[in-house]
DNA sequence: TGGTAAGCGAGACGGTACGTCCCGTCTTATC
DNA sequence: GATAAGACGGGACGTACCGTCTCGCTTACCA
């Protein structure tokens, strides 16, 4: 029964070098043909150290992303979600960001790739969702917790809610590719976000 | 050379063969282990005739898609997006439609393959964007310019970003499985789209 | 019942072409990577002109050789087997014409294909045997024939076996490629072969 | 880079299944048809495992017959080529059992098939004949040559050309199939490869 | 401090699917 | 009705990877 590896033995070295190979190789040559057998020979290690470890490709570039994000946070000495009071200021910060990120050729290419595999696999998917996905919106669910506690945004508002409306609309020209992403969207995305999009003078 | 192949001659049999297999298998067995072998011996078909009329299953499965979308419109009827003169109302029914059909897994499946292989495959995503989205999406925008002409919208609204506003979300929630999709929260989405979420009383 | 076509209506342009082109790749690419796509695409032919009238690839090479055959006595004004009245001298004259033949790349390559072919492909053998290689073997036979006649020959000869010991040991240095194939090669067989080996003295 | 794989951790098990597998069914649908996937599934191996190792079915099945030769040696307790003194008697028995093995299905099939393959494709011919062919040839000579010194054969015997005129003639009926192969053949064929054929009461 | 059991690089293995080539048949339009 | 052209259902090709399985080798931990 070799089902549980001994965690403790495991070589940092090539686990550092597996998930490099694997986001250099995504970048590359895409998701769908990235192979376990080119992770495991550009990280020079055997194939059943990757297997030993992760149940699939997507899972190494599930981690691969995780340590990734991992990394840019420490790089741009990420302090949490802004909160200078003006909410407005502080979600189109945050999304100006998110669209520099998706622009970034380094970030975009694995992202892309676990995304569109997670919409296929369902246990990807959760799994992604849950790590990596989910952190970041309970972040924009904070902020906006505070707003509304603060009589900026209605006591009813459905924070979920909203902040898929935020997310949702960028999110969607990114994956599918609709338009360019720039600034300038997401600044106007947050102002209609927030003060809606009917004509007030006619009402 | 591409050796481009004589149209006229080609098999309306097999085509339909192929296309009705692949929606099928795609159904039972998921994008990632359908195959173009499965498809030919399901279709009773050489797999030549796949290789000679589609560079890929992705794009076999997109013709299979748009036949799929053709068929649909005509069983329900379609006449057009309503247009009632409400239009908060006609957005809600529109987008119940679709929450319908995302929920429904004939259409589900196929769709979310394509969407995910087209976010990784450039060029399988243009013309999935061409060809399936856009026709949609340009339908919103119509019903969205009348009502702007109608003055029920600001003048300087930018249709496309409200478009995507009504569709993002939705589309989110879907494809990365956050949360169920019920018509409650498109009507919810629809009212905040129009009406904002800051708090009015508050301004 | 489209079994026989009516040989009357054939194409006599269309039969020498695809029997040129046989000849001609078979040189090129060997027996077993010619193919009869290949031929009808040189032969500016359609694939079913050559399956009406030719079992297989291997039936159109016999015929080929077999036109080639002609065309050769026709060239070499062929005048029928030497009777100079010195048999070993007639039967060394033509050996040496068989050794230049083999050693044509022109001849070498269809008749060594057909020839293992043949070997493989009992029926194809058949007519190979029958219709390219018998007759010339009973030129060999008549020639013998009339040597034994003339007491040249011992009279309870067989002349077939005697045919076989002129023909058999070059045809098998000359599939076998044991050993460059030479004049002085089948000089000193014929010698051998009507002289014999034994040591005369030691009787 | 020709990723030579590495010998010593060749499983036995499937390179024995293998060549048994090739042996087996080229007896049973004849070379034309043997496939190397039929090869694999028969054998319970992947065709990566036949690739591996061997570059072309026909090299599998050189490989095979040697193993089949080798097998052979062993069952008939074959103790060297025999010499009784009386040279026309061993080569009489020798040849008869060559003729025995020719008309043993079990041992036609793949001979035949490797001999016509060889014919076509020199590389595998070469092979074929050095390794297969070759040490038999050397046997006779062998014996030949003890003969020659033994002072029965003439001092100038060229004995290479004497083996062929001994199996070229077998050889040939075997392969083109001019007539059936018996045990009178042969012992005619040694008499007058001894003796020759001309007529000596005429000299 | 030497024995041993784990992780490791390497890669052979039984398999599945790939995308291509060609088979022999069938269909279409031309002459 | 034979022909040039070529689409079709099918089978095998040789290749690429899959995930599993030994191999020796190195590297702790333990006796």
């Given at each position: 029964?070799?089902?549980?590896?001994?965690?403790?033995?495991?070589?940092?070295?090539s686990?550092?070098?597996?998930?490099?190979?694997?986001?250099?190789?995504?970048?590359?040559?895409?998701?769908?043909k990235?192979?376990?057998?080119?992770?495991?020979?550009?990280?020079?290690?055997?194939?059943?150290?990757?297997?030993?470890?992760?149940?699939?490709?997507?899972?190494?570039?599930?981690?691969?992303?995780?340590?990734?994000?991992?990394?840019?946070?420490?790089?741009?000495?990420?302090?949490?979600?802004p909160?200078?009071g003006?909410?407005?200021?502080?979600?189109?910060?945050?999304?100006?960001?998110?669209?520099?990120?998706?622009?970034?050729?380094?970030?975009?290419?694995?992202?892309?790739?676990?995304?569109?595999?997670?919409?296929?696999?369902?246990?990807?998917?959760?799994r992604?969702?849950?790590?990596?996905?989910?952190?970041q919106?309970?972040?924009?669910e904070?902020?906006?917790?505070?707003?509304?506690e603060?009589?900026?945004?209605?006591?009813?508002?459905?924070?979920?809610?909203?902040?898929?409306?935020?997310?949702?609309?960028?999110?969607?020209?990114?994956l599918?590719?609709?338009?360019?992403?720039?600034?300038?969207?997401?600044?106007?995305?947050?102002?209609?976000?927030?003060?809606?999009?009917?004509?007030?003078?006619?009402?």
């Amino acid at each position: 029964m070799p089902k549980t590896p001994d965690a403790t033995r495991r070589s940092d070295r090539s686990r550092r070098a597996i998930l490099d190979s694997a986001l250099t190789l995504v970048g590359e040559v895409g998701y769908n043909k990235l192979t376990i057998e080119a992770i495991a020979a550009r990280a020079g290690v055997g194939k059943q150290t990757i297997y030993r470890w992760w149940p699939s490709k997507a899972a190494v570039l599930l981690d691969a992303s995780l340590a990734l994000a991992g990394d840019a946070e420490t790089e741009a000495e990420w302090t949490g979600f802004p909160d200078t009071g003006d909410l407005a200021a502080d979600l189109k910060q945050v999304l100006r960001a998110t669209v520099d990120q998706f622009n970034d050729e380094k970030y975009d290419a694995p992202t892309r790739a676990l995304t569109a595999a997670g919409a296929t696999d369902p246990e990807l998917g959760a799994r992604f969702t849950e790590q990596l996905l989910e952190p970041q919106l309970a972040l924009y669910e904070a902020r906006l917790r505070t707003a509304r506690e603060a009589g900026r945004l209605a006591p009813d508002t459905d924070l979920r809610l909203m902040v898929e409306m935020l997310v949702g609309p960028l999110t969607y020209r990114w994956l599918l590719r609709t338009a360019p992403l720039t600034h300038a969207y997401t600044d106007a995305l947050v102002d209609r976000v927030l003060g809606g999009v009917a004509n007030v003078t006619a009402r």
